[in-house]
């Protein structure tokens, strides 16, 4: 993710190995200090970390903390891209700090073990880490406070709360420009872009970017200036100018050739794609997928792969990758992870705001207050216990709101969960009848599709809602599994309001299909060919659904007591649980066409108030 890498670069740039030679007075370890950073810059690692690895040696023998403790930080960020080798060597470092009572190192490991956890995925614990380790450096007033509020702010992000984030870039900002560090300023406003082209401000993102820009130029700072033309390629690829993001992301490849990020790398491959280039788009991609540890970012390149599988008509390749996203989207974050961070940032406001009243308690022991002063103090609280109770009872009243909330959805689950086996069996049964009649190409034409339908009910199971489009679909495929089912005997339309954004509008998922089963199952007859019209009419507040059969008719099919359709009194609940959720009126009709024998069958007309995504 392009924050992340601002944050890592920042901390490079910010501490150098300069203060091991401030920090002690023996001439080798001095010089060991220099040799380090002549490798450093030389980028060799190896030797890079052979070094420092005798420079903690040498310190931990001359009881020199600080230096020992410098060593394992910046032997952990030698391994950036190793994000394992990186918290072996932080946890480390702050198991030594904390033997060595040293609180301000042991608070710094603490947060950058946090930063790590983010990047791997782990929210929960990043959450819970950077909490201890920010109220230990802001009363403290440790010198690496901004750079720890900023890594906070990524994480804000990630969990898309956007003015969390907003918040920490401002008060990291504002200790940079205390400190006159212009390249932590220079990030605050890369990320400030960021923030803004999340929340589609787009003038604002590119307004931050450059003023990143001018900063990094000033102060020479090239890597700085990669991120930022990353960053600017990014915003122009949100506002479709596609041609100008490819601009921007090559400056970057042409400023960092040796050494690209993973996201530098990730966007030009997605860029190559919105460009037709699918063969360079590719080459890039795998190379993010197979080299880098980030968690999200590999989900956002598997999700483009399957794009460029799509465009080749590769499905089975483009399924391979839609399964491995599926499987590393519920490890990076699922409803418990956010479950459990909801608990910790309440559990953490109540005992913040504990410990504000002990202070307040505590402060008001040693004060003298006047008669008047008293007077106040007791109106003051008589009104924070009103306002308690007053915050009680509409806290407790939320709850049940809720709660009750959570009950209809979870009786609205159950009862489509109802729904699915009736339809499983019926589809299983034409299948067991075609293998058993040795029809085998029906058989197999039909258990594919039979497939694709239950593609889109797994993939909706979890949805109270659906697109419109979306429920189009899973009639369409359910029609003419039934029409293979019948050999052709069932005749189908589905008409569609020329005025119907089909894209726009949700409804409760599988809600029409009960109406057409219920017509094949109970209104057909004999040999007698079956006409089904589905129509779909926008009017001015709902969406009109009318299912026309030719079958045996309604009230025919009431008096036929062997045929009572389950789906369809499972199907009225489903309605009226849905109606009270949304809190408006759903109407339902099923009657007779009328006694002529052209004109025989039933008629359903459902009215649903149009919901828009």
């Known amino acids: 993710m392009i924050f992340r890498i601002i944050l890592v670069y920042i901390w490079i740039g910010g501490v150098g190995i ?70 072996h060597y932080d946890k480390e470092g702050k198991r030594i700090a904390d033997q060595l009572g040293n609180k301000k190192y042991s608070t710094e490991f603490t947060y950058l073990i946090a930063q790590t956890e983010v990047e791997r995925g782990n929210y929960k614990v990043a959450y819970e880490l950077f909490l201890k380790a920010e109220q230990e450096a802001s009363e403290k007033q440790y010198s690496f406070l901004p750079n720890l509020q900023t890594a906070f702010a990524e994480l804000h992000y990630r969990m898309e709360e956007y003015e969390m984030s907003f918040e920490k870039l401002k008060k990291a900002g504002i200790l940079f420009k205390k400190l006159q560090n212009d390249l932590g300023e220079s990030s605050i406003y890369n990320n400030l872009g960021i923030l803004y082209k999340s929340r589609k401000i787009f003038d604002s993102s590119l307004y931050y970017h450059q003023k990143s820009i001018a900063i990094s130029l000033k102060n020479k700072d090239t890597v700085g200036i990669a991120y930022s033309y990353n960053n600017m390629g990014v915003t122009y690829m949100n506002m479709e100018k596609d041609t100008l993001a490819m601009t921007y992301f090559e400056k970057a490849l042409h400023i960092k050739p040796d050494n690209p990020t993973h996201s530098l790398i990730s966007n030009y491959g997605t860029v190559m794609i919105k460009l037709k280039k699918y063969e360079v788009a590719e080459r890039f991609l795998k190379e993010v997928l197979n080299t880098t540890y980030e968690l999200q970012l590999k989900v956002t ?39 459990e961070i909801s608990k910790l940032k309440a559990s953490y406001e109540l005992k913040h705001k504990n410990a504000e009243i002990a202070h307040l308690k505590e402060k008001n022991k040693y004060q003298e207050l006047a008669n008047r002063q008293n007077r106040i103090l007791i109106v003051v609280l008589v009104i924070g216990i009103f306002l308690v109770i007053i915050s009680g009872f509409l806290y407790t009243r939320s709850i049940k709101f809720r709660d009750l909330s959570r009950q209809l959805s979870l009786q609205q689950r159950l009862l489509r969960s109802q729904m699915n086996p009736h339809f499983l069996f019926n589809s299983m049964a034409a299948i067991q009848t075609f293998i058993l009649r040795n029809e085998n190409k029906k058989a197999a034409s039909y258990l594919a599709k039979f497939s694709k339908l239950m593609r889109v009910i797994l993939e909706n199971s979890r949805e109270d809602q659906v697109n419109f489009k979306t429920e189009l679909y899973a009639l369409e495929a359910y029609l003419s599994l039934q029409k293979l089912r019948f050999q052709n005997r069932l005749q189908y339309e589905i008409i569609v309001d020329d005025e119907l954004e089909e894209e726009e509008y949700v409804i409760p998922p599988m809600l029409f299909q009960p109406f057409v089963e219920n017509a094949i199952e109970h209104g057909f007859s004999g040999d007698k060919e079956g006409l089904l019209t589905i129509t779909f009419s926008l009017r001015e507040k709902t969406i009109l659904c009318t299912v026309r059969d030719n079958g045996i008719g309604y009230s025919k099919t009431k008096k036929n007591k062997g045929r009572k359709s389950l789906s369809m009194a499972i199907t009225r609940e489903r309605l009226e649980i849905f109606s009270k959720k949304i809190k408006k009126p759903l109407h339902l009709v099923v009657e007779d066409r009328g006694t002529e024998e052209a004109a025989k069958g039933t008629i359903v007309k459902l009215d649903i108030p149009i919901i828009t995504i």
């Open 18 to 87: 300069s203060l091991w030679s401030q920090d002690t007075n023996s001439v080798q370890l001095e010089n060991l200090s220099k040799k380090a950073e002549t490798l450093k810059k030389k980028k060799d690692l190896v030797n890079y970390r052979f070094v420092l690895k005798q420079i903690a040696i040498l310190a931990e023998k001359e009881k020199k903390d600080t230096v020992l403790l410098e060593a394992y930080k910046n032997t952990g960020k030698s391994f950036e891209k190793n994000k394992d080798s990186v918290l």
């Open 301 to 339: 390149v598997l999700g483009e792969l399957q794009k460029i599988q799509k465009k080749r008509g590769a499905y089975k390749k483009a399924l391979y990758y839609a399964n491995m996203e599926s499987v590393l989207k519920d490890q990076l974050m699922d409803d418990k992870k956010f479950l």
